[in-house]
């Protein structure tokens, strides 16, 4: 079993829906929790992050953690051709360099 | 510079060939890692570089890979006697510190291998 377990897609949803995305880990040691998004040809660029349990919200973006179920998720309202890309997760139990991460899931936002 | 830089953006080279990637990180970030993205796979740690300390090479795959940093600056990651397998995009990221996961990484473009 992976340490994080994303599902890749496809995701296929129309302009303005509601997006979510989700994660699960299996290590109980993860502190801080990260959303990055990926455009085609592009390196990952971070979206969210998230010490501990909890939500956090910017903008159309909210993400979620639920440690007591190993379980992550990042929510896109409104969502805009704009947000298609792949968007990963990855977390740590406290340090950058041992960061572990999701496949990545593929969004494509229809107009 | 104004991101993180990396050369060459794409790389075509036969199986046994050796290959140097290049890295320019953000000035002033003293952390500098790489990654592997295999396609279909999720990011691969493979060497951490903090200041002038020890680098942290736990995540390199075999004794073929080996990287350098000079200082806080320019990085290269050198794999020798090249396998199909090394096909794939290899980015290199910076933060300001690794003090805590706060610091945001930012990512370079990546340098595409492709190995036939």
């Known amino acids: 079993q992976k340490e994080v377990e994303q599902d890749p897609g496809p995701l296929s949803v129309p302009e303005g829906a509601i997006v979510s995305l989700n994660c699960t880990y299996s290590n109980s040691a993860f502190q801080y929790f990260m959303w990055y998004r990926q455009y085609s040809r592009k390196g990952p660029e971070l979206l969210m992050y998230t010490y501990s349990s909890g939500n956090k919200e910017d903008g159309r973006f909210t993400a979620q953690v639920d440690k007591s179920s190993k379980y992550i998720s990042l929510f896109i309202r409104d969502s805009q051709p704009s947000d298609s890309a792949t968007y990963l997760c990855a977390m740590s139990p406290g340090n950058n360099r041992k960061l572990i991460w999701g496949l990545g899931t593929s969004l494509a936002v229809n107009p | ?116």
């Open chain 2, 1 to 116: 510079g104004a991101g993180v830089s990396q050369s060459p953006s794409n790389k075509v080279t036969e199986k046994g060939k050796d290959v140097e990637l290049r890295c320019d990180p953000i000035s002033g970030h003293t952390a500098l890692y790489w990654y592997r993205q295999r396609l279909g796979q999720g990011l691969e740690f493979l060497i951490y570089f903090q200041g002038n300390s020890a680098p942290d090479k736990s995540g390199l795959p075999s004794d073929r890979f080996s990287a350098e940093r000079t200082g806080e600056s320019v990085s290269t990651l050198t794999i020798q006697r090249t396998q199909q397998e090394d096909s794939a995009v290899y980015l290199c990221a910076s933060s300001f510190n690794a003090g805590g996961t706060g610091n945001t990484i930012y990512f370079g473009e990546g340098s595409w291998l492709t190995v036939v």
